[in-house]
């Protein structure tokens, strides 16, 4: 790519305001489909062995020959983790070596950046609801803030985590607020988990259990802003030719035993039938991770 460019140092990146955008061809079964390079945002220097490949300028690579909706989207997507890496290590001036926002929340603003910009799930994009649905399949192996193998069954979570978190009225009244708090830190070096803290003003905890019964109870029509839902997007609905699953509700019929959940952060739903008596007991074993439990009464 640098010698298509040519050999001459292109000066004042910091200060230039244009865009390269580099349309690569790739097998067509590679699910890569565009990436950020931010090595490319400092001047070339042949003796450093980070910085000696660096193209000096804004740039992304885009898969050439994907469907228009698939490209814009992802060109969105890219922009943000270019946004993203500016404000926190050039805009402000942190050291690179120093801050790195956490794959899953940088991941869930690049999905969202997709949604602002007209690309996503409610506009018609195959690929977001296809990656809901792998999410919603195989949650009982993901954690929301660790970023696991396979990865391309996070990215749906993530995004279903950004779209609750950042609905208009639920952490502020309009949605690029929370959007750009988070993307500079509020000014400070926030990442992950105290990066949200810092804009909901309460425990991580919290916001998880109000995001996990958002998934539980689906209650995506109600037009309140703090309604326990992913306001527009019905988990079991069917979107541009794909049925979302929704998420397992295990019944409960005996103890429970979570010595399964690998990760910090995972969730994992349950539902006892009442006895019809004024107690309902459920037994709960853990293994090595401590258990946060949420109880929700659905009697009337």
């Known amino acids: 790519v640098r010698n298509a460019f040519g050999n001459e140092p292109e000066r004042g990146l910091d200060n230039d305001t244009r865009i390269t955008i580099v349309l690569i061809k790739l097998p067509s079964s590679s699910t890569l489909a565009g990436y950020f390079y931010s090595v490319d945002l400092y001047p070339r220097d042949p003796k450093n062995t980070s910085y000696r490949i660096s193209n000096e300028r804004k740039i992304f690579y885009i898969k050439y020959g994907m469907a228009d909706t698939t490209t814009f ?62 999410s919603m399949q195989n949650n009982k192996s993901l954690s929301l803030t660790e970023w696991n193998e ?28 929370i959007t750009r708090a988070l ?11 105290k990066n949200v803290e810092s804009v909901s003003n309460e425990p991580f905890k919290e916001t998880m259990a109000k995001w996990a019964l958002s998934l539980f109870l689906n209650n995506y029509s109600s037009e309140s802003p703090t309604a326990y839902g992913l306001h527009g997007i019905n988990l ?14 295990e019944n409960v019929d005996s103890p429970i035993s979570l010595s399964d959940m690998p990760y910090e952060n995972s969730i994992r739903f349950f539902r006892k039938a009442s006895t019809g008596s004024g107690d309902t007991t459920i037994t709960v074993t853990t293994g090595a991770r401590p258990v946060t439990l949420w109880l929700f009464d659905e009697r009337e």
């Open 236 to 249: 079991t609905g069917k979107y541009n030719g794909i049925k979302l699953p929704g998420y397992t509700i």
């Open 150 to 177: 396979p990865t391309i069954n996070c990215y749906g979570q993530v995004y279903m985590f950004m779209h609750f978190f950042a609905h208009p009225g639920r952490y502020n009244s309009i949605s690029n607020e």
């Open 73 to 134: 989207g992802t060109l969105a997507h890219e922009f943000q983790h270019m946004i993203n890496y500016y404000q926190k290590n050039k805009t402000l001036n942190y050291n690179a070596s120093m801050i790195k926002e956490d794959t899953w929340i940088n991941e869930s603003l690049s999905k969202y950046s997709e949604e602002v910009c007209g690309y996503s799930i409610l506009q018609g994009d195959q690929n977001t609801a296809s990656l809901m649905s792998k």
């Open 183 to 193: 993307v500079t830190g509020g000014g400070n070096t926030y990442t992950g988990v």
